[in-house]
């Protein structure tokens, strides 16, 4: 879904003119109809969802911050800019000035955020794009001028001996990884967003996504990057060598930067052997210690092909099961917790011998209480369909605060058990329409200690956002855990990287944004 | 081997006071007794050894590189700048100024450079070693203060869940991995080197290594890291979590920077399950291209099995055969290439039998002229053997000019020929002792298009000096090659990063430099 971000680029006067650059792009979420929002509601006016002829519409994010206030060192946008704009860009279809075209650009697919853009830039080239490019982060929060990457969406080259791809930014993952697939590769990053985020905003946010566990992170995946700096500089790093050891390696900063100190247009990746065979087990056990223990198994048995090992608990599940009846549960019995286990390998054979020999150890040791292995790709989307479908499905009664957050494993669950006994213990949480909170789940990326703890509500509601903020961000503080693992800062959490940072981290962060963005114009109001 | 680098601390005058930062690391080479050294000569004047007491001493580095300066505005050390170190780091043997202790901190391995320190600092904690860490480069040049690492070697971690170790910079690389191998774990790096070097160095200078094919860069693998800045802050970003987006991702600046803007103190490392089986095959072939074509052949067939796919060439296989006559050569016949393929897996039958698979296809194509597979770990060292004893053995006549470079695959391996036919033309390669290059090798990391040219020698002689560059520099930039693969940059290539870099990319890093190390007190002549 849209994720987007503002910059502004310094005209020659003394003014500066703003825009705003707008990329489809993604926090690594995995739900099946996109990312998950960057967190919930932390500020204490309650944003409301306005009925507009049927179509729900967020409340302007400058209502719903009231602390945040434009700055008035950018420019407005004149009719003289957008004069400027149309010759350096051309085609008519690249300057996007009409307020229903604006409009989607302007909201975010939760409708929580709502920006007021009123002009929309479409470059085609680095050159044309001029001192634009691609920049993740969320909606416009004022009037800035959002810049989409969609028309730079070219795939260059692919090397099928390297595995090198160099393409745009504005490529949809999974257009790119459907190129490789015909090509027996595969991208090394895969999110249930993938139809319509772009790569670029993939690497501006460094997504994490479903298969981190075994591709790794976009900081080893990504041999290249060219990226346009405010002042227009064009950081020509797009190395398509494995191995460059000649300097800095600058275009690792702009590796989950969120476009705040520069615009991504084109990427060069690693892009693996694809795997031939994939095997899916949904497992049933008896406790969070139990799942760790089948995750250290996993490990051992599963090595080089375990590709992902996902934990979810009970609470998830039944909320799954209530919105959608009709399908059939993976497993007959109730468990506390669900984990579901996944390898790609290049043998199905082989891999399945693996599986197997996996299955009978944590079977005989009691470590899994019970479990099914998908017999083919339908039975695969399905198991996945009880993982995927739970940020979907746990909104269904009205809202969701969310926390994509990373915990040493031991400990992880905890907070969810935590925060349950503290919504309880405050009236908060409950069966009847008088609590506002009906569920506290965890599941997530357990082989990457990667956990999305939400609580569903029936409404939002002052009094849970206030019990569970700060306190979330200080139990995650206190176990050195992070308050973002895959879906970045944005706007929702600038105000809390100081739970996961240093003053001293934070300062030198501020110092290289001051260093290529002094005048504060790429995503102005987010990330630091 | 020793590689080393300087920095001064900036004392509380306008003067400095300088110092020189000492640790045991590599450049990731591949010699079974170091790794090389970082390239060759590059100066007109032709190093020469000196004799000394049955001891072969390099020349002054200051002598070879008659352009360079020591930088006046570096304070000299002083008794009361030593009096202060022995009150800061406490132990006496922390504090090293005897000339005969001094010296081995002075010269590289090979013996191509030697410094003029004269004090050598061991701190045994980042706050002892107050504004001193781990820089990666060489030896000091001037009268830089070396400080040695070697005292902050605990391990301090290891979770064998998440996989993540925590240990200080100074920890030997082997011992991390024997440490890790009884926990079922491996090092995500491994090289010739291994049992000297320091994992700070190996970081410090993003070393690549025999298995970088399977785990990949350690911009991926290293999840955290402690360094100490030139003005004494402490950068903590030593997370141990996979998944962190808060904020710029600032230790990956110091992945790679050979210690120029802050010395490496610790780190948490991801360490992936250690493979059960391993195998090794080594095969001959007709022809480069059909080198290639058996490297796409071992990546589909092996795919996350494969862990190496190194190439030698007849003429380094000849050379090693000429220094060790007694040694059986794995091939009865002779061959222009020959390839060494290594597999790393958790199941010994399903990895042989995958390796099986290919080699059978490989023959049966004639793409493979003829091969052998290693049935115990001995033959697996074996033929590991003819691979790593190249870089030594081709010294045996007298010296050896090194590239460490990257090339796009197709072209990798023309610039040996191009560079034969350039020196056989100047009549300076042949086999009589009139000419002074006896060989012209090419053999590395065929996975990662990373290749070692060198040419052996009888003797150094300008006039082949000036035959190879910038000739070779020239040829790898028009192919958008790297002229520094995972060797860095040190001392040797600092003033040729512009055949790999353009100026603004230059200009970025310089920015980056001047933004940490605005004196320039880290590692000072070198780097960029």
């Given amino acids: 879904m849209a994720c987007r971000a503002s910059f502004m680029r310094v005209a020659s006067g003394s003014r500066a003119l703003l825009l705003t650059t707008t990329t489809t792009t993604t926090h690594g979420g995995t739900s099946s109809i996109g990312p998950p929002p960057p967190a919930c509601l932390r500020y204490p006016a309650p944003r409301t969802f306005m009925q507009s002829a049927g179509r729900r519409r967020a409340q302007l994010t400058a209502d719903a911050y009231p602390e945040l206030r434009r700055d008035e060192r950018f420019g407005r946008v004149t009719g003289e800019h957008v004069a400027f704009f149309k010759q350096l860009l051309g085609s008519g279809s690249a300057v996007v000035e009409a307020e229903a075209d604006v409009e989607p650009f302007n909201e975010d697919w939760m409708h929580k955020y709502r920006g007021q853009c009123r002009l929309v830039l479409r470059?085609?080239?680095?050159?044309?794009?001029?001192?634009?490019?691609?920049?993740?982060?969320?909606?416009?929060?004022?009037?800035?001028?959002?810049?989409?990457?969609?028309?730079?969406?070219?795939?260059?080259?692919?090397?099928?001996?390297?595995?090198?791809?160099?393409?745009?930014?504005?490529?949809?993952?999974?257009?790119?990884?459907?190129?490789?697939?015909?090509?027996?590769?595969?991208?090394?990053?895969?999110?249930?967003?993938?139809?319509?985020?772009?790569?670029?905003?993939?690497?501006?946010?460094?997504?994490?996504?479903?298969?981190?566990?075994?591709?790794?992170?976009l900081h080893g995946s990504v041999l290249g990057l060219e990226a346009v700096l405010p002042d227009g500089t064009v950081l020509d790093?797009?190395?398509?060598?494995?191995?460059?050891?000649?300097?800095?390696?600058?275009?690792?900063?702009?590796?989950?930067?969120?476009g705040s100190i520069g615009i991504i247009t084109r990427l060069a990746v690693h892009c693996p052997q694809r795997p031939a065979a994939v095997n899916v087990a949904f497992l049933g056990l008896a406790s969070y210690p139990h799942a760790r223990r089948a995750f250290r198994q996993?490990?051992?048995?599963?090595?080089?092909?375990?590709?992902?090992?996902?934990?979810m608990d009970a609470r998830s599940q039944q909320l799954v099961h209530a919105v959608r009846p009709a399908e059939k549960r993976p497993l007959d019995g109730d468990f506390p917790f669900y984990c579901l286990v996944e390898t790609s390998g290049s043998n199905g054979e082989h891999d399945y011998a693996?599986?197997?020999?996996?299955?009978?150890?944590?079977?005989?040791?009691?470590?899994?209480?019970?479990?099914?292995?998908a017999q083919d790709a339908t039975q695969i989307k399905a198991l996945w369909g009880w993982r995927e479908s739970v940020p979907e499905c746990i909104g269904h009664w009205g809202g969701v605060y969310k926390y994509d957050v990373s915990i040493p494993l031991p400990d992880m669950y905890a907070i969810v058990d935590d925060v349950k006994a503290r919504l309880a213990d405050m009236g908060l949480l409950g069966d009847t329409d008088q609590h506002p909170a009906l569920g506290v789940v965890g599941y997530g990326h357990m082989g990457d200690c990667n956990l999305h703890l939400n609580v569903a509500v029936r409404r939002y509601d002052k009094r849970v956002e206030q019990a569970l903020e700060p306190f979330v961000y200080e139990w995650i503080?206190?176990?050195?855990g992070s308050i973002s693992a895959e879906h970045g800062l944005g706007l929702a959490k600038k105000k809390f990287i100081q739970y996961s940072r240093s003053d001293t981290m934070v300062a030198l962060m501020k110092q290289i944004k001051h260093l290529y963005d002094p005048n504060g114009i790429m995503n102005p109001y987010k990330y630091i």
């Fill in 237 to 258: 790093d797009l190395s398509t060598l494995r191995k460059n050891n000649t300097g800095y390696d600058l275009k690792q900063l702009f590796i989950g930067a969120e």
């Fill in 354 to 373: 693996k599986l197997e020999a996996f299955l009978e150890h944590v079977m005989s040791e009691d470590i899994v209480a019970d479990g099914v292995v």
């Fill in 123 to 217: 470059p085609a080239s680095t050159d044309q794009g001029g001192n634009t490019g691609l920049v993740g982060g969320s909606v416009p929060v004022f009037d800035e001028i959002v810049v989409s990457m969609a028309r730079m969406n070219r795939i260059h080259s692919f090397d099928d001996a390297s595995g090198c791809l160099v393409l745009d930014a504005g490529c949809v993952l999974e257009a790119a990884d459907t190129y490789l697939a015909d090509r027996g590769h595969v991208f090394p990053l895969d999110l249930g967003a993938k139809g319509s985020c772009h790569v670029g905003g993939n690497v501006a946010t460094n997504a994490g996504g479903l298969r981190f566990l075994r591709y790794g992170s």
């Fill in 477 to 480: 503080a206190k176990r050195k």
């Fill in 298 to 311: 996993a490990k051992a048995h599963l090595s080089e092909i375990l590709s992902a090992f996902e934990l």
